[in-house]
């Protein structure tokens, strides 16, 4: 027979933050795990909704929000309803002034050219071009060569489809990278020369830049633009999510 205590109607079913994968303080996590119940949509919540998506009894939720009020985390007002008070906000303005997206784009271009054996780079738009803002070159002699900062037309190439596909460019091609969240070309900058590019998202889920492979058309068979086009949206999706983005919709 168990020994857990019965559960109490009304309830919720459980009373403890999620499993932690490693080392660290219950209680914080119990704290962070209720405030992560907020969102966009629902930016203020009562005390039985926090209590149902945080899994956490009312009681415990009541103690948790009496911390994270004393320090300025959340705030209850007058109509009995939860919301977040600003020292997130804080916090998320001193984030972004210490943020480095190199710090983050390098280490994923450095795993794409290990994998695939070809060169990588980020590019972002900037008015009407696009711009090679980080490159890591493959180890190999036959390879493209373009330098950092270098300023390339819109209208061709695996990355510049990408950036005007999520700025909302109308018609079928852009349609098609919406849908799969990639994009190929074959010789349209340079008759030598082929790409695979995707988007990455940041947190307000507009597209940040496009993470593009490229190298030489004869290196680029059908077998190995599949092989590549899976790496390249597998790491789009991991740097996404570490800089607060996600990729929605279906996967090619």
Known sequence: MSDAPPRRRGRPARDAAPAPTGPGVEAVERALSLLEAFSDDTPRLTLAELAARSGFYPSTVLRLAASLDRFGYMHRDADGRFRLGPKPLRLGTLYRNTFDLAAHVRPTLARLVERSGETAAFYVREGDHRICLY??????????????????????????????????????????????????????????????????????????????????????????????????????????????????????
């Open 135 to 252: 490159r890591n070159n493959a180890p190999r002699l036959i390879r493209p060569h373009l330098e950092e900062g270098a300023a390339l037309p819109l209208d061709r190439g695996a990355s510049a489809h990408v950036l005007m596909a999520y700025a909302g460019a109308e018609g079928a091609r852009f349609d098609a990278i919406r849908a799969g969240q990639a994009a190929m070309s074959m010789g349209e900058r340079d008759p030598e020369v082929a790409a695979i590019a995707a988007p990455v998202f940041g947190r307000d889920g507009r597209c940040l830049g496009a993470l593009n492979l490229t190298g030489p058309r004869s290196r680029f068979g059908e077998e190995a633009c599949a092989r590549h086009a899976a790496v390249i949206l597998e790491e789009a999706r991991a740097l996404s999510r570490r800089l607060g983005g996600q990729y929605n919709g279906p996967v090619a």
